[in-house]
């Protein structure tokens, strides 16, 4: 069987980190499959999802990661052609990617005991966020 629903939320921008793990969850919960994967999918360029452990000082640490590893203060070819000043952004999330799966079983997320599923939003500005899930399973 295969269910799809998505998510729809605001986001800062400047690299904000979104837990989404307790309304993915529901979405699982709220499903008739109760074994199987979801996956997700976030539509846009600028940002991207991965696994985390929530907490200020890993959040200030990932922060600082992406700024040591694409800084949002040097030339970007793509901020010479849009004029938009966030080619930084899109830079930072074809790094993370836009698609997750995680597995579940009886209608529960397999996550380690520190690890929530996050969005990161690298763009410049506030943004309205859409993530597609696919829960696929029986």
Not at 15 to 41: A, M, P, R, W, Y
Not at 49 to 62: M, N, Q, R, S, W
Not at 64 to 74: E, H, K, L, M
Not at 114 to 127: L, P
Request: hydrophobic share 40%; glycine share 8%.
């Amino acid at each position: 069987m295969v269910v799809t629903e998505s998510l729809e939320f605001s986001t800062m921008g400047k690299t904000d980190i979104v837990n989404i793990t307790e309304e993915v969850q529901s979405k699982v919960s709220n499903s008739k499959v109760n074994c199987g994967t979801v996956t997700l999918f976030i539509t846009g360029s600028t940002a991207g999802l991965t696994t985390v452990e929530y907490e200020p000082g890993l959040l200030a640490d990932f922060k600082a990661f992406w700024q040591r590893i694409a800084p949002d203060n040097i030339p970007y070819e793509h901020n010479e052609r849009w004029r938009d000043g966030n080619g930084y952004a899109h830079v930072r999330a074809s790094f993370l990617g836009p698609s997750l799966a995680v597995p579940f079983n009886n209608k529960q997320l397999v996550l380690g005991t520190w690890q929530q599923i996050v969005v990161v939003d690298f763009d410049n500005r506030a943004r309205k966020r859409q993530i597609i899930l696919q829960i696929i399973g029986e």
